[in-house]
């Protein structure tokens, strides 16, 4: 006879993971769920029906955009691109950046994620942006990012993400953009570690810090390093004078 959830996870909880003390146990249990489903929404299949997930926005002029929230993140993207050869990078971590507006669920024009990348173990990684007072505190962003992860991540996305990713990459430096040493030889691979990460200024946490409805968010990034297959993370980022997220960012434990 099996044992029930419950037990399964009381069992995990009582385990030795780290320091057991710093961290109250109801983050824990939060972040053992949150993998569990986001394991079993994997095997969902939603595919996206749009003609192509990795769309190619090297080309787009995002000083245009008047929303700050998109400017930010439009903007980033750019700077990455340019500059920093698609690479962005929170504290000693590095990422490459893929694209911006990712969609990823049937025809839902507005589930799309703000940032897509990958790490250096060839695994997705989602970029859920927040600012200022956004109306959505740390775990509804985070559970914004899992959602997006979760279909990019089921059989037919991740494949048709597989298949555009060398095109996408030949688009990028035929537009003259470098792409990082770093990630010559890195290749998606479903199986790889996995990541949502919680972009947002100084001033959101601080909203949110000083809220009820914020409680707690800092015990679940501080449980960033359990699992191996998947990492939710918390990162604070500036916003320079022209509006976009500057590429200077810090992890939030």
């Not at 245009?64 to 990078?89: F, M």
Request: some cysteine.
């Amino acid at each position: 006879m099996p044992d029930t959830q419950f037990r399964i996870w009381m069992d995990q909880l009582n385990k030795a993971e780290g320091d057991r003390v710093a961290v109250p146990e109801w983050p824990r249990l939060l972040h053992l769920a949150l993998r569990q489903q986001l394991e079993h929404e994997t095997t969902v299949d939603r595919p996206y029906a749009g003609q192509h997930i990795l769309i190619d926005r090297t080309s787009r002029n995002w000083k245009d955009v008047t929303v700050a929230e998109k400017r930010a993140v439009y903007g980033l993207y750019h700077e990455c691109l340019q500059q920093h050869e698609s690479i962005l990078k929170v504290g000693n971590d590095e990422y490459l950046l893929l694209s911006y507006e990712v969609p990823n669920q049937g025809n839902h024009s507005g589930r799309r994620a703000d940032l897509l990348g990958m790490n250096q173990d060839g695994g997705l990684v989602v970029f859920e942006a927040k600012i200022a007072k956004n109306s959505y505190g740390p775990v509804a962003a985070l559970l914004e990012g899992l959602d997006y992860l979760s279909t990019l991540s089921g059989a037919t996305n991740f494949a048709r993400i597989q298949e555009e990713f060398p095109r996408l990459i030949a688009s990028i430096e035929d537009a003259g953009h470098s792409i990082s040493d770093k990630f010559q030889n890195v290749n998606l691979v479903a199986e790889a570690r996995c990541e949502v990460i919680v972009l947002a200024t100084p001033e959101y946490f601080e909203h949110y810090n000083a809220t009820a409805r914020g409680n707690g968010w800092q015990d679940l990034s501080r449980l960033s390093s359990i699992g191996t297959d998947v990492q939710f993370r918390f990162a604070k980022c500036g916003v320079t004078d022209s509006g976009a997220y500057s590429n200077a960012m810090t992890w939030c434990h």
